[in-house]
């Protein structure tokens, strides 16, 4: 067997007498900022985010020598505290028994890697997309959605703008002001309109590439945790979805790929009419058989108890908050709603047992 070395004109050679010299790097290539974003002029597309373009951060920073200002948003934002806690915060199921179902930890990663694979396919600012992915859910409270509805009148007490406690919102309220880290602009636009709920929508590419991506990761994975636990059957699934994304395992590679292709011919981030209806029936049906199905009601009337069980204590007494969980200048209430809001499932369940545990007992 003979191998053959290629020369940088593509023209194929035999082995050189001798090899050349090795660079003073021994091989590696120092790329610092000014290089990486003229990558980004040169090889991203024209709906792309450059990160020279940003709107910048609320606090002027002098630029990293390395990282652009998306790279060292993501890393805050890997590094935070808020970001450890979704590894013990549940997605769907409370409490579920066994290793491989979902928590917010685990889609909050599934969730970058389908926005990296739809920013790589259409050529958009990757760190970007993955620190808007990565810090979508940072606010969510613990039990899933049910503690937003637990949260959901204290904001109507504290007159906040939307009338109603929503997790995106307060990942942004986290990164702003209860765990600052001074994020861009876009990062912050991203985060706060990664919910489909929120008007307007993000303001760039890469927000709508999160909003999707954050979509098209739960609905596979909380479907494949369904038919995990019992609760859901691929033949209840409806025909007409199955029929344009095939079987559940192949349901995130589908709507990406549709999703690429969908959007580089309309110039904005989109999927194809009929796997975008196929796409929403499918949010319909786990919402109906899934998320709120008649069995799930008793836990998260419990789940609902135990949250506002915690606020109400907390926002009495204040003092009991631990420093970096709550503004000590917010209202006492708006302090409990942030620190019970903050707490992982199991932190919670154990705060909720020591309080109301009966004096004496140990």
């Given at each position: 067997m003979s191998f053959q070395r290629t020369l940088s004109t593509g023209t194929p050679t035999g082995l050189p007498e001798s090899d050349p010299p090795a660079t003073p790097t021994g091989g590696m290539i120092a790329r610092d900022r000014a290089a990486r974003i003229a990558w980004e002029h040169e090889w991203l597309s024209p709906a792309a985010t450059t990160s020279d373009r940003s709107r910048g951060r609320e606090h002027p920073e002098e630029p990293h020598p390395f990282r652009t200002a998306f790279e060292r948003d993501r890393?805050?934002?890997?590094?935070?505290?808020?970001?450890?806690?979704?590894?013990?915060?549940?997605?769907?199921?409370?409490?579920?028994?066994?290793?491989?179902?979902?928590?917010?930890?685990?889609?909050?990663?599934?969730?970058?890697?389908?926005?990296?694979?739809?920013?790589?396919?259409?050529?958009?600012?990757?760190?970007?997309?993955?620190?808007?992915?990565?810090?979508?859910?940072?606010?969510?409270?613990?039990?899933?959605?049910?503690?937003?509805?637990?949260?959901s009148p204290y904001m109507v007490t504290l007159g906040a703008p939307l009338g109603e406690w929503q997790h995106a919102v307060q990942s942004l309220r986290i990164v702003d002001k209860l765990e600052p880290l001074n994020l861009t602009f876009e990062t912050r636009d991203g985060i706060r309109g990664s919910s489909w709920r929120n008007d307007p929508p993000p303001r760039t590419a890469e927000g709508m590439a999160c909003r999707f991506a954050d979509r098209i990761a739960y609905l596979a994975h909380d479907a494949e945790d369904a038919m995990r636990a019992g609760v859901l059957t691929v033949d209840m699934v409806p025909d007409h979805v199955l029929a344009v994304f095939g079987e559940p395992g192949n349901w995130i590679d589908a709507m990406t790929t549709d999703l690429v292709v969908a959007s580089s011919e309309a110039g904005e981030i989109t999927m194809h009419d009929r796997q975008l209806q196929a796409f929403h029936d499918l949010r319909a049906f786990m919402f109906a058989d899934v998320y709120l199905r008649d069995e799930s009601r008793d836990h998260n009337v419990k789940a609902i108890r135990l949250i506002r069980g915690l606020v109400d204590h907390f926002a009495e007494q204040p003092d009991e908050i631990p420093p970096g969980y709550a503004s000590p200048d917010d209202h006492p209430l708006q302090q409990a709603v942030d620190y019970v809001a903050g707490m992982s499932d199991s932190y919670a369940l154990a705060t909720h047992d020591r309080l109301h545990r009966p004096r004496g007992l140990y």
């Open positions: 890393d805050r934002i890997l590094h935070s505290k808020a970001f450890r806690r979704l590894k013990h915060k549940t997605q769907v199921f409370l409490n579920p028994e066994g290793d491989h179902f979902v928590t917010r930890l685990t889609h909050t990663l599934a969730v970058a890697q389908v926005g990296r694979a739809i920013a790589v396919g259409l050529g958009l600012n990757e760190p970007l997309t993955e620190a808007i992915c990565l810090g979508h859910d940072l606010g969510h409270s613990p039990f899933g959605h049910t503690g937003e509805e637990a949260l």
